[in-house]
């Protein structure tokens, strides 16, 4: 595995939405806080015609617009731009890249390269970037999503990749391993002997994992409408968080055993296929409604035509081995649902006898909130004594056991997934990227699901906007007596 630092970084879609609104406040992040290698150049390329100049001036603007006024120090800003340089180049084009190998110069041996382009582009960008000899052996990729749209065309992007860059130098981002919280899941579990013990069968009742979202289609309909819920959330970010959920104690934290560890379970998922669609899955469109008190459309409106993609997905998910036999993992997400709120619920079984009962106390179980968005949060609820002196029966309520995240830890800055990402690319080191197997895992229990919804002519139910979903996504768990945590 290659452990040098690159040297350079090449950034393919530089002009684009990803690159303006995380991946250059990313590097400047990096760069500001002394993180980037000293001579780390970056060159950025898509096919405007711009030149070093008005591309460091576009590149100043995002900067300006999504970094935080206390952050951007003029001579920082300075400095970083002087980073930048710009080549045009049409990536469907591969006699294009000489101009990118000539740029590189001496560098082009220690290239970190980040393809935020769309995904039509990969393979044509590929063969451009061998012809021009910048994939040599010690040179990284890195890959954004969508990696396909089913297992099928995955495989075709992964042996277009694979052709060219062996899967140690091939790194595919979920962004949402970036997240600190969801690292923090690793800490929780890992890092204690408190939880390990019960996560399991005997000591869980059920996880829930939901991805709430406020917004609509943001400018991206036809990708969108393309997608849909299941293949732009829960293929990618959701089973990763189940994963990391789920998976057994890898030996070591690094690329190998944790990922190792990752697609055991994502193997072990039940399929989701025509004969259980119905009862283990509830899709969703969203009408017309409100969010925030704000009226908003209905998609089909945003969409300027009728559509049967869903904008909401509901799954009842089942790891099937001796861990977590007969635990359901719920999971669900949406876009203008009522508020923006990404959290992992785990809810441990009751106490197995109450010695309370026959003093008229009610016990909850315990319940452990990993919450990711819109703050970090961790919190284990607990059983507490009611103060008092308990003359007409002991009263008992649940309160919270706060890790309080944003106190302890409110002198370090959090910073955007992807700053953690492309150091790690520009380091080398795999262990928070995406591995094959398990995108090809996801995408084979996303297809089933996908196959089962078309043999049984499934078609999303409406909601209103602002609105958890279709009432049926209520009733997929309330069927097994659980509410969803709200
Ligand atoms: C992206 C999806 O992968 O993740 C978007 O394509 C979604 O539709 C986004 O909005 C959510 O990311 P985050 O970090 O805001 O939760």
Known sequence: MPTTAARALLLFGATGDLAHRMLL???F??????????????????????????????????????????RLKPEQVQSFLDRLSYVPVD???????????????????ALAIFLSTAPSLFSATISGLAQAGLAGNNVRLALEKPLGTDLESSREIND????????????????????????????LRFGNTLFEPMWDAGGIDHVQITVAETVGLEGRASYYDDSGAVRDMVQNHMLQLLALVAMEPP?????AEVRDEKVKVLRSLRPIDQSTVSTNSVTGQYGAGAIDGAPVPAYADELEHAS???????????????????????????????????????????????????????????????????????????MAKQPGLDRDGIR??????????????????????YERLILDLIEGDPTLFVR??????????????????????????????????????????ERDGVSWHE
């Open 160 to 187: 277009a990749v694979a052709a060219v860059f062996p899967e140690q130098r091939t790194f595919r981002i979920d962004h949402y391993l970036g997240k600190e919280t969801v690292q923090n899941l690793l800490a």
């Open 251 to 255: 030996a070591q934290f690094n690329a």
């Open 436 to 477: 094959r197997d398990e995108v090809e895992a996801q995408w084979e229990w996303i297809d089933g699901i996908r196959n089962g919804w078309a043999a049984t002519g499934v078609t999303p139910k409406q909601y209103a906007a602002g609105t958890w979903g279709p009432s049926a996504a209520i009733a997929l768990t």
């Open 308 to 382: 049967t993609t869903e904008t909401f997905v509901a799954l009842k998910a089942h790891v099937d081995n001796w861990r977590w036999k007969g635990v359901p993992f719920y999971i669900r997400t949406g876009k203008r649902l009522p508020t923006r709120r990404s959290e992992i619920f785990i809810q441990f079984k009751e106490v197995p006898h109450s010695i309370f009962a026959s003093r008229g106390a009610v016990l909850a179980p315990n319940k452990l909130l990993i919450r990711l968005q819109p703050e970090e949060d961790i919190r284990l609820l607990m």
């Open 29 to 70: 992040g990096l760069h500001a806080d002394g993180l980037l290698p000293a001579e780390l150049r970056i060159i950025a390329t898509a096919r405007s015609a711009l030149d070093d100049g008005s591309y460091r001036a576009e590149a100043g603007a995002a900067i300006e617009r999504f970094i935080d006024a206390d």
């Open 25 to 27: 406040p990313s590097l």
């Open 396 to 417: 008992l309520r649940e309160v919270p056991l706060d890790l309080g995240m944003a106190n302890a830890f409110a002198d370090v800055r959090r910073r955007i997934a």
């Open 91 to 109: 990536a469907s084009d591969p006699d294009q890249f000489g101009a990118l190998a000539e740029a590189a110069g001496p560098d082009k041996d």
